[in-house]
């Protein structure tokens, strides 16, 4: 059977208790997903791709593939998450057009930083990151975010 969402959620967060954990977790998973994005962004397209749009590229693919993703498993969480994907890709945008020629650079960099934080916080935690359990965790965590912040605004996820 599969899991719903609330399912999902508490899994994830039986092993994000520690404040300082939740901390560096507000701080990376955001900027991980970005740096995602950013370093897919940099992937050579096929002409019959690019020829489409410009904007057709590998960081759009894996974008409707994440919102695909939230989409089976909460209507509300994937409108939020769908915003938080285009703000990143806005930032990637931005980014490359500011920086050109960096973009890749710059996330592969912050991309591993952003992990050594993340794994320190699962040291102070005490427990193993969740997506070693199961690799959608790591779809699960920007999500879990997102739930706080639609309790704060009263929004049912």
Partial sequence: MAKNIQQWLDEYGSSHQNKTNKRIHWFCVPQIFWTVMAALYVIPVPDAMSNISPHFNWAVVMAVFSIL???????????????????????????????????????????VVLWVLQFYGHEVEGKKPSFFKDLQFLMIGPAWLMSFIYQKMNIKY
């Fill in 69 to 111: 993703f939230y989409l089976r498993l909460s209507m509300s969480l994937t409108i939020g998450m769908t915003l938080f994907t285009i703000l990143c890709y806005a930032i990637v945008l931005w980014f490359e057009g500011t920086f050109t020629g960096y973009l890749l650079w710059f996330a592969g960099i912050w991309f």
